[in-house]
Structure formats: C-alpha cells, structure tokens
C-alpha cells in the first residue's frame, strides 16, 4: 500500500508547487482564451506557446515597471530631502523680509 500513496503524495505536492508559482493560473487563462476563440487555430500548440509568451513577458514588463517605481521612489525621497537641506541652507545666506516671512 506505501508504494501507492508515494505518487499520490508526490502528485499532491507537486500539484500545490504548480499552484503557489502561478502555473495552472497561466495555463487555465491561455486555455480559456483558446477556447473562446471564434475560430480555431490551425496549430494550438503555437497559439498556447505565444500566449504563454506573452503572460510571461508581461510579468516580466510588470516586475520591471514595479522596479523602476520603487528606484523612482526612492530617488524622489532623496531629492526632496536635497532641496529641504538646500531651502535650509538658502535662509541663512538670504535676509529676511521685513514683514518676518523668508523669499521661496
């Protein structure tokens, strides 16, 4: 009896991996979109390759894009903090005005 739980167990753990990495999602998806076709393509194999092509470089846009707003960010923190720093520095070279409010 071992021998079949075994595969089973293994069949089960490997249906969770596909599952948590999003691989039967994609597939399910390239699926659906070649079942809802009006016409079906002459090679489906090339249909759900290209789709699955572009679900994964759309990922990769998608982490890349999320990349960029992340050092885009950061670079804003920085810059916002350089003028703060400048701003400070300006009023101490600069006079106040009369009425006590310092020039922007």
Known sequence: MAHYRAPDSKREQFRRYLEKTGVVDSLTSVLVAL??????????????????????????????????????????????????????KLQQYEPASEDGATAD
Request: charged share 30%; glycine share 0%.
């Open 35 to 88: 079942y809802e076709q009006p016409e079906r393509p002459t090679n489906a194999l090339e249909f759900v390759q290209q789709h699955l092509c572009a679900a994964a470089q759309t990922l990769a846009d998608a982490e890349a894009l999320q990349q960029e707003v992340n050092d885009l960010r950061q670079r804003c923190a920085r810059l916002v903090e350089e003028n703060k720093d400048l701003k400070t």
